[in-house]
């Protein structure tokens, strides 16, 4: 679940920490370099969602280099611990994105990975940077749940800004597990609004990986062209849960 610091967020009525949907919070807590706050990695390292990732960057690997797909991977809210210093490498280039400027200038500074940029980007809007249907893979790790505390709008704009730079693959990795009536709320308020915001061309395949009651869930999001799929009743997201 998410690491959470009383010290450096506010409580609301509600009583939820909203700390974690400002980019204030983010980036005092990135000013400080060494502490372990500053350097923890959020649910998953890429070692661990490899055997869930490694067929999604096959198919990145085998397929002909297209020119109007700019990058491999888009890593969105990468914080300082990204996964992209261990995606394996091809020819692709990779992107990591962050809004806040501290984390992104050591990252910058510490990149040893040709090939791999990070930028400061607020990714609800990502239109000055990555047209649609730019990078092969877009993920995020925690990034939604952070900016779920804040508000469910920002959190389908960062979704469906995804959606919409994705050629192949979308993947969240959230506590939101659609196994549980908190998930299933998360999943019509903002998951099925977000894929559903891209052109009516595409539909989606969805495997969702659903791990142990309390962990993590990974979804990974396949794009298609819906021509393909005629004769599927005219639905636009096809849901697998899988229980590991
Ligand atoms: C919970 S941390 C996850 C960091 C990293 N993905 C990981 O797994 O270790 C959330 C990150 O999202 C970033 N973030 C939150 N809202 C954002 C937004 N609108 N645009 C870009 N980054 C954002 C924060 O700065 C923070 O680095």
Redesign the pocket.
Known sequence: M?HHDESESTKDTSGKVSG??T?QY?DKRYSKPDSSDSQ????FTYQELEPILKPCLTTLFESRWVDDVKYGVV????????LLPSIPSSDSPLLG????PV?IKALSKSNKKKLTTYKT????DLTNILPSCSAHMVI????L???IVDSIP?CVS?LSEMCRVSSKYVVVVTHFNINTEEGEDWVSDVFYPALESVEEEFMWLVKCHTGGEDGPVVYVCEKKTRRITRGNGGKRIQIEILEH
Request: aromatic share 14%; glycine share 12%.
């Open positions: 998410m974690y949907g980019k983010w923890h990695e959020w649910y890593e969105i809210g990468c914080g300082t611990q990204p994105l962050d809004y806040s984390c980007q607020d990714c609800r995020e790790k925690g990034t749940d952070a900016m920002n960062i």
